[in-house]
C-alpha cells in the first residue's frame, strides 16, 4: 500500500534537451479549437513594475487581451513598504465580480493587502491542521493588526483531498454558525486547493452567500485552483461533484509559503504550469522547458513568474467563460484521465497534479493516435513532465474497466457523450470536443492500463 | 407531545368584520420604507385573458410595473388544448435568468408546458413518500408524453421539515450520480417548500448548477417558496442556514394539486398570502378580508387570483432585489419570529406559515408598541388570521431566552444588529430595519412568553 501510493515515474529515457522545435503559431483552422489570443502586442514583461523581479530570460514578446485579465504593481502603499520585494497583481475581469490576485513574497507581512478586502467585523479562517502551525498566527496577525473592530475565529479541518466531502464541509458551517457569524462576516481559505475548494463552497452556501479570501499555500492551489471561482466537495463516485461557481474577493499568493512545501507537492503544481503551456502558451512552454531545474529549485524568481503567468492564463480564460460553457472546459486537459486515477485509485493516495501528469501524457498520447499532433509534442510532454519529477503514466492498479466507469460520470458528459480536452495542431492549441474517433480513445486506455 | 405540536388558536374574541377602514395609503415617508410601486394605472385584472375565471369582486384597481411582474395567458397551444381552464402567467424578470409561471387548473396535464423547459435527456423527479403516490406517475407521464427521448428517474425522500438537512439532501446526489445525470439533466421539485428548497439547492450544487423546474403542490409553495429562487437545508442551530440564490426554468403551479392538501396546509399557506396584504398590498388585504371564506372552501376561482396576485407581488420585490440588500427581506414579515418557534420547537412540529402567523403577530404588536401603526391594524391583522384558522400566538414552551437565543443567529443580523421586518404608517407599509426601541423588542417577546 505504501508502494503503490507513491507515483510510477517512468522509466523510459528523455530525449535530449534540443528537441524544442516550436512550430509557427498560428491559428488552428478547426472552428471548435481554442489558441492564444493576441490584443495586445506589447509584451507583457516591459510593462510591469516588478520591483527586483525581472522575468527570466528568454521569453519571447507575449500577447493578451489587457481587458480581460492585467498585470500591473500592487498599490503604491503596499509597494512601499515591501519596497525590495517581488510582487505584482493580476485581474480577474468578471464584471461586478472582478477581483485582483496579489503574487509575491512577503504578502502576509502587508496587514492592508488583506484587510481591505475584509467585510464586516468578523472573520473565519478555514485552515488544516498542516497549514496551522505554520501560517495560521501570521494571517490572523495580518488580519487585526491595526484593525481591533475585527474579530478572527479559525477552524482547522484535517489534511488531504480524503477529508474534501460533505461531512468535513459541515465542520466550517458548525463553526461559522456557533461564532454568529453573519452575512457580513468573511471566510479566508488558508491552504491548499482541498481547503480553497471547501472554503469557497462553504462560504458560497453559508447564508447563501458571504464574502470569501483565498491565501493558497501549495504552488498547485497558486497556479490553478485558487483562481477562477470553482469550488465543491467530492462525493465517493466522483471528483467535485458538488458545489459551486463562486468568487473570491481576492487571491494573495505569498510565495514564501512555498519554502515548506513538500517537494512531492511542488511537482505536483508544476503540472499545472505546464498545462497552460499546452494549451494555450507555447512561449510558456519553451521558457519552462530550459527554467524546470530553477522552479524545482525554487528560484524566487522563477516562482513568481511562472505562477503570474498561469494566473493571466487562467484569468483570461476564466474571463471569457467563468461558467465552463466551452472554453473554460480546456483548462481540464489531462484532467480526466486524472479525475479517474484519483477517484479509482482513492483519493489521497496520488496528488492531484500527479494523476493529471499522467492523464495530460494519455491526452497527448490520444491526440497523436488521432493523426492531430506530431510526434515532437508527444516526446516533449513526456519530457518536461519527467523534469519535474512527474509520473507519466497511471498507476498499475489501473484498468480500462476502471477508468471507464469513473469517466462515465464526469462533468464533461454531455447527453451521453464523454467530451476531452485534446491537443490539435502546433504547440499550444488544443479542442474540446467529443467529435473523436473513440478507438484512438480505447487504445490509449489500453496502451495505458494492465489489462 | 400531540397536543403541543397544535398550534393554539387564540381564543379572544375577534371584532366584527366591518372593521374594514383601509386608510388611504399613501407613500409613508420614512426614506427607508418600502411602499407599493404604482407605475401602470391599468386595472390588472382588465387586462387578462382569463379564461372562465374572473377576479373575485371587489377588487379595486391595481397597478405595478409591467416590466418587473406581468401576466398573461399562456401560449396559444396550450390555451387551446386546456381551453375552458383557467390559466395565467406570471413573469419573473431577472434578465437572463427570468422564467415564467404558471399558474391554473389541469396544467399538468400540458405535456408541452414542461417539457419546454427541459434541456438534455435526462430528468430527476425529487419528491416525497405523500406526494409521489399522488402525482409522480402524472408528472412522469407529461414529462414524457410524446417524447421518448427523455428519460425520467426519481428520488422519493421523506416527508417533513425535518428531513430538510444535508443527509437527505445528499440522497439526491447519490441518486443523479447514480443515474449518471449530467450538465444537461433537469431537476423536477415535485411537492411542497421543503422538496421546493431542497431540490433546488440540489440543481444549484449538482455538477456545480443544473436546470431545474418548480412544481409546487403546497399554498405555501404556490405563493411563496417556489418563487424568488432562495434554496437550501435547515442546521441544527437554524432553518436555511445552507443554501444558495437559484432560479429556476418555470414553476408550474397546478392548483388541482390542492384538492388533495390537508386543511391545516391549506392554513399555513394562507399566512404568507396575508403577509403580502400587510407588507405592500393594502387592497388585497382588504380583499382577503372578504374573500377568506372562499379561500378555506377552496374556491377554484379565489384560489387562482389569490396564488396569482401573491406570486406577482414576490416576482416584483425578488425582481427588483434578487439577492436580499434590502426590499426583498420584507417578505419576511413575522419570520424572524417565526424561525425562532420553529427552530426552539423543533422543525416540523408547527408547520412554517403556523409559525409565520404568530410571527406576524408578534412584529404588529411590536410595530404597535413603537408608534409605528393604529391599532385598528393590530386588530385586523389578529381577526384575518383567526378566520384563516392561524394561531396568533406562539406555542406554550416558547420563552424570551429561547427566542432571543435563535434570533442571533437570523440572516438578517448584520455585524451584531438584528434587524427586523416592520409595520409603519398605514396599511401595506413596512420597515425592514435595526433602527427601534430595543424595550419595544423585550415587551413584545415577554408578552408572548410564558415567563
Known sequence: MATSSTPSINSAVCPSADISVAPRRSLFPATASFSPRRLDLRPLSSSLPLGRFKAPAPISARSRSRTSACASAVTEDATKRADSRVSTVVDVDLGSRSYPIYIGSGLLDEPDLLQRHVHGKSVLVVTNTTIAPLYLDKVVKALTHGNEKVTVESVILPDGEKYKNMETLMKVFDKAIESRMDRRCTFVALGGGVIGDMCGFAAASFLRGVNFIQIPTTLMAQVDSSVGGKTGVNHPLGKNLIGAFYQPQCVLIDTDTLNTLP????????????????????????WQETNMQSLLARDPSALVYAIKRSCENKAEVVSLDEK????????????TFGHAIETAFGYGQWLHGEAVAAGMVMAVDMSHRLGWIDDTIVKRVFCILQKGKLPTQPPEMMTVEKFKSVMAVDKKVADGLLRLILLKGPLGSCVFTGDYDQRALDETLRAFSKN
Open 324 to 335: 465552463e460553457s466551452g472554453m473554460r472546459a480546456t483548462l481540464n486537459l489531462g484532467h
Open 263 to 286: 517537494e512531492r507537492e511542488l511537482a505536483s503544481g508544476i503540472a499545472e504550469v505546464v498545462k497552460y503551456g499546452l494549451i494555450r502558451d507555447a512561449d510558456f512552454f519553451e
